[in-house]
């Protein structure tokens, strides 16, 4: 490098950089070369076990971040069994000789994008050449590994929690045409095109801000999401909570719009929880409602539902149920039944409707959390055009999107490899 820069002279930095880049890294997997090699003499289980046959410096070569390296070690074969093993191997934690490191950051791209652009992405910022398709088999591979390590994992705040909020949501994702087999669906047919996929988000409140409104604790946010059916999933939530600290929580909020399964879910996993309809939800509703009702009159529902909405978010929902009654008897035989079930829906959800209640109390009144992170988590990676999914693979992928949205892809991934166990400390 030095005799370029003296026959050609520095021209501009980025040359310099990329050049110095690769150099420090063909020094990297020299180096690391070295180590691991040295690592397999020093490893213990040198002695063959009864029936093997010791292969003394077979070769192997591992996927880095440095690039490739020739792993020369011992291997045991056992030709009754016909089945292999290399301690160093799996003292490296080899997968599919790609190094932990690696699988890291090619699990991390590909949770933030397609596998094909994490590909290119990985090769572009750091140099490192790895197929779309290889990511994805590693990807299928770690992501049951990550998610185990958030199962377990423990919250390391130990104190008090003002408010706990949990809200739930539902989204469809897109999936291959053997998942969707007899499954029930929102097409012309019946038949369906997505799968659902349930989210839940667990946060916490601390503080309202100078006008009394609920402020959400920064970076408070972890997500839980499954294929699962409702029973399980709430156990899954429930777990999530537990995890978060409910038991320490004055307060335990839970949010969200109308689907039965959601307030099932409610019943048997959060009891003492102060329910809360989405305000948005009920605004919607009560949006349908007024057109219903005032069908032709546009001038006369739209004065209706302002009327409405200012009894609705003080407590007044009563008042509004038993108005929308009168006019339901008023239209005789022009009503129709789906009325009806429109404001059975306010009489079956008007004890979580006390908004007025809930602002005084500084709680939040809206699902808007999960609701993004449905868009955000799930939306962003799962519903892209043009992408269909298997169960296993959305899992996948979910899994790890939960883990990076959430705040926890270091924690998980640093447990599961021991990550810090030889990071350099600063001297005090």
């Given at each position: 490098?030095?005799?370029?820069?003296?026959r050609?002279g520095?021209g501009?930095l980025?040359?310099?950089?990329?050049?110095?880049r690769?150099?420090?890294?063909?020094?990297?997997?020299?180096?690391?070369e070295?180590?691991?090699?040295?690592?397999?003499?020093?490893?213990g289980?040198?002695?063959?076990?009864p029936?093997?046959?010791?292969?003394p410096?077979?070769?192997?070569?591992?996927?880095?971040?440095f690039?490739?390296v020739?792993?020369?070690?011992?291997?045991f074969?056992?030709?009754?069994?016909?089945?292999g093993?290399?301690p160093?191997?799996?003292?490296?934690?080899?997968i599919?000789?790609?190094?932990?490191?690696?699988?890291?950051?090619?699990?991390?791209?590909a949770?933030?994008q397609?596998?094909?652009?994490a590909?290119?992405?990985?090769?572009a910022?750091?140099?490192?050449?790895?197929?779309?398709?290889q990511?994805?088999?590693?990807?299928n591979?770690?992501?049951?590994q990550?998610?185990a390590?958030?199962?377990?994992?423990?919250s390391s705040?130990?104190?008090?929690?003002?408010?706990?909020?949990?809200e739930?949501?539902?989204t469809?994702?897109?999936?291959?045409?053997?998942?969707?087999?007899?499954?029930k669906?929102k097409?012309?047919?019946?038949t369906?095109?997505?799968?659902?996929?349930k989210?839940g988000?667990?946060?916490?409140?601390?503080?309202c801000d100078?006008?009394?409104r609920?402020?959400?604790d920064?970076?408070?946010?972890?997500?839980?999401?499954?294929?699962?059916?409702?029973?399980?999933?709430?156990?899954r939530?429930?777990?999530?909570?537990?995890?978060?600290?409910?038991?320490?929580?004055?307060?335990?909020?839970f949010?969200?719009?109308?689907?039965?399964?959601?307030?099932?879910?409610?019943?048997l996993n959060?009891?003492?929880?102060?329910?809360?309809?989405?305000?948005?939800?009920?605004l919607?509703?009560?949006?349908l409602l007024?057109?219903?009702?005032?069908?032709?009159q546009?001038?006369?529902?739209?004065?209706?539902?302002?009327?409405?909405?200012?009894?609705?978010?003080?407590?007044?929902?009563?008042v509004?149920?038993?108005?929308?009654?009168r006019?339901?008897?008023q239209?005789?035989s022009?009503?129709?039944?789906?009325?009806?079930?429109?404001?059975?829906?306010f009489?079956?959800?008007?004890?979580?409707?006390?908004?007025?209640?809930?602002r005084?109390?500084?709680?939040?009144?809206?699902?808007?959390?999960?609701?993004?992170?449905?868009?955000a988590?799930?939306?962003?990676?799962?519903?892209?055009?043009?992408?269909?999914w298997?169960?296993?693979?959305g899992k996948?992928?979910?899994d790890l999107?939960c883990?990076?949205?959430?705040?926890?892809?270091?924690?998980?991934w640093d447990?599961?490899?021991?990550?810090?166990?030889?990071?350099?400390?600063?001297?005090?």
């Amino acid at each position: 490098m030095r005799e370029d820069f003296a026959r050609q002279g520095v021209g501009n930095l980025e040359a310099v950089e990329l050049g110095l880049r690769d150099a420090l890294l063909k020094d990297g997997r020299g180096l690391l070369e070295e180590f691991l090699n040295q690592a397999d003499q020093s490893l213990g289980g040198k002695v063959s076990r009864p029936g093997e046959k010791c292969h003394p410096g077979r070769v192997k070569q591992a996927q880095t971040i440095f690039g490739p390296v020739q792993l020369r070690r011992r291997y045991f074969y056992d030709p009754a069994s016909q089945s292999g093993r290399a301690p160093l191997d799996q003292a490296l934690g080899l997968i599919h000789s790609f190094s932990p490191a690696l699988v890291r950051l090619s699990a991390r791209a590909a949770a933030r994008q397609g596998y094909q652009g994490a590909s290119e992405d990985l090769r572009a910022l750091a140099a490192i050449d790895i197929e779309g398709r290889q990511i994805q088999r590693l990807v299928n591979q770690a992501a049951p590994q990550v998610a185990a390590q958030w199962e377990q994992g423990q919250s390391s705040d130990t104190g008090p929690i003002p408010v706990l909020y949990v809200e739930v949501d539902g989204t469809g994702v897109p999936m291959v045409t053997r998942e969707l087999a007899g499954r029930k669906g929102k097409q012309l047919d019946g038949t369906a095109k997505t799968r659902e996929v349930k989210l839940g988000a667990v946060f916490t409140q601390t503080r309202c801000d100078e006008k009394g409104r609920p402020e959400r604790d920064y970076a408070s946010t972890t997500y839980v999401g499954s294929f699962e059916s409702a029973e399980a999933f709430g156990r899954r939530i429930r777990e999530e909570a537990r995890r978060r600290g409910i038991g320490r929580a004055g307060k335990v909020v839970f949010i969200g719009d109308g689907a039965a399964w959601i307030w099932e879910l409610r019943r048997l996993n959060f009891a003492d929880a102060v329910e809360i309809l989405d305000l948005y939800h009920a605004l919607e509703h009560l949006h349908l409602l007024c057109e219903d009702l005032y069908a032709g009159q546009k001038h006369r529902a739209d004065k209706m539902e302002s009327i409405w909405e200012d009894l609705l978010k003080n407590d007044r929902v009563a008042v509004v149920i038993a108005a929308a009654r009168r006019r339901l008897q008023q239209m005789g035989s022009r009503s129709d039944s789906s009325l009806e079930s429109q404001i059975a829906c306010f009489e079956h959800h008007q004890h979580r409707m006390l908004y007025k209640t809930y602002r005084q109390a500084g709680l939040f009144c809206g699902s808007g959390v999960v609701e993004a992170g449905c868009r955000a988590v799930i939306g962003q990676r799962l519903k892209n055009s043009g992408m269909f999914w298997t169960e296993p693979g959305g899992k996948s992928v979910l899994d790890l999107r939960c883990a990076l949205q959430g705040n926890r892809w270091d924690e998980c991934w640093d447990r599961l490899h021991e990550s810090d166990r030889l990071k350099i400390r600063a001297v005090a």
